[in-house]
């Protein structure tokens, strides 16, 4: 991955989270806490200040920097999540392989640490899916919005809001809004 | 004091409070920490807050007592940045840290703690 692409990546990220502060609060209420407009608001704010105070010397050690700032500052259950994920997309970009494959080892940091599956309603519904598009080189900003509103209909069994049970199911995973903003910010960025 | 020490991680100030407050009285030498909430005084959990609990036990070897689901993954998570053996349990946080500290404070071996813990393992 191109170091400028990967900055611009982030930016982008940062953006759509920021833009989406109040409906991520708004998502996460019915079946949350409503932390994770917040926390990730915060989390993305804290990365670009890391990016800008600090110019990171390739994709790797800029990846690195967003798993630590989203470690320290998101806090909750996103922020061990968020964290795993880029650490281990910084080690695979660091080895040189493909953004599938970088995904990849994202999506087993996040169930390293989750221990969700796939249909419990978790951020892992989006990142499973786009490991696949990626591998078969078909994914679109289409394909990710149509993960992220699959979680709609999914009855929570992973996360907080397996709390509330057959309440869940109408609402989508906010941890899953998130994540396709993240990809959606990847495809826009150019990084595939 | 006991080799052993006992960390608590809640979302909440007071229920770690309570909690420390509850099982001091049966363990006056097992090193206790614990930490409840953000560092902003909300209701939360963090990566750095639990890694301070872990670290500032004068205790090696602890015994990790959490509430909900994201503070294990904080806890978790500093384990991967401690130097210290952490052992962290799914058990309800008042009454698995209450046993463990009685049965420290009382001298019995880890594995017999253990056993006990076990018996009360929850789908946490």
Redesign the interface.
Known sequence: MDLQTSIKWMELFNEKVQANKALLIELDTPIG?S?HGS?MSRGMQHVIEALEAKAPESAADLLKTVAMQL??KV???S???Y??AFLNMSKAEHQGLSIAEVVKEGLAGIQK??KAEVGEKTMVDVWSPVVADLEANSLTVESVKAAVEATKDTKATK??ASYVGDRSIGHIDPGSYSSGLLFEAMIEAGVI | MSNYGIVIVSHSANIAQGIYDLIQEVAKDVSITYVGGTEEGGIGTSFETASQAMESNSAENLLAFYDLGSAKMNLEMAIEFTTKEVEVFDVPVVEGTYTAAALLQAGVDLDTVKAQLAEMKLNK
């Open positions: 806490d932390d926390n470690l320290s806090g909750g259950a922020g061990p999540l964290g795993s640490r989750g996360g907080r």
